[in-house]
C-alpha cells in the first residue's frame, strides 16, 4: 500500500509498532462511539496487531486504510479509510460498488484539521487514479464527522439505510 504525503500530514500503511496507539485510540467510546452499527472498544494488544493486519491486507491500487502521521515529527494522530462500503443486509447487489472515506482520530488530534486534510489529500489521490465518485456516511448525530464532509465540498444526500443496516447521514463527492 502506497505513502501519500499533504503540507502537515503523512498517511502511510499501519505498522505492528503501532498496536499501542491503535489500542488507545480504540479503546476509547469517544472516538468508537460513531463506528458502525454495533460500535465496540477495543480491549487489547492481540486485537490491535489483528486490526492491523487487517488494514494492511487491502492490495488495491486506489483503496486502503492509512495511518494518519504528522509529517513533522511522525506523531500518530489517527486512521483514514477509502474502501468498498458493505451494504445493509437485503440491499440489491450487483450495480457498481460504493467506494467510503472515513476517518476517526484520537481526542489529542481533534481540532487541528487534520481529518478535513488527510480525506482531502486521499479523495485528490483518488481522483487522480481514475476514482469517480466517493461517499461518506455519519452516524446522524455525529456533528464533527458531517462538518468534515461539508469542509471536503461533500454534497449532503439525505439519510440512507442502504450501509451498514444502520440509519446514516449519506454523503456524496464527484471527480472534477
Known sequence: MRTIASDRL??????????DFLLDLESRWEVVRFLGARPAIMNN???????????????????????????????????????PIPL??????????????????HPDAWGHGYATEAAATVLHDAFHRGLARVIA?????NRASQAVCQRLGMTHLGRTTRYYDTPNELFEKLAD
Open 45 to 83: 494488544r492481540e486485537d490491535a496487531l489483528a486490526s492491523i493486519a487487517r488494514r494492511r491486507a487491502i492490495d488495491d491500487p486506489i483503496h486502503g486504510i492509512w495511518a494518519i502521521t504528522t509529517a513533522a515529527d511522525g506523531r500518530l494522530v489517527g486512521n483514514l479509510l477509502l474502501k
Open 137 to 141: 456516511v455519519t452516524d446522524p448525530d
Open 10 to 19: 503523512l498517511l502511510r500503511p499501519w505498522r505492528d509498532d503501532d498496536a
Open 88 to 105: 445493509s443486509t437485503g440491499q440489491p447487489a450487483g450495480g457498481p460498488t460504493d467506494v467510503e472515506i472515513g476517518w476517526h482520530l
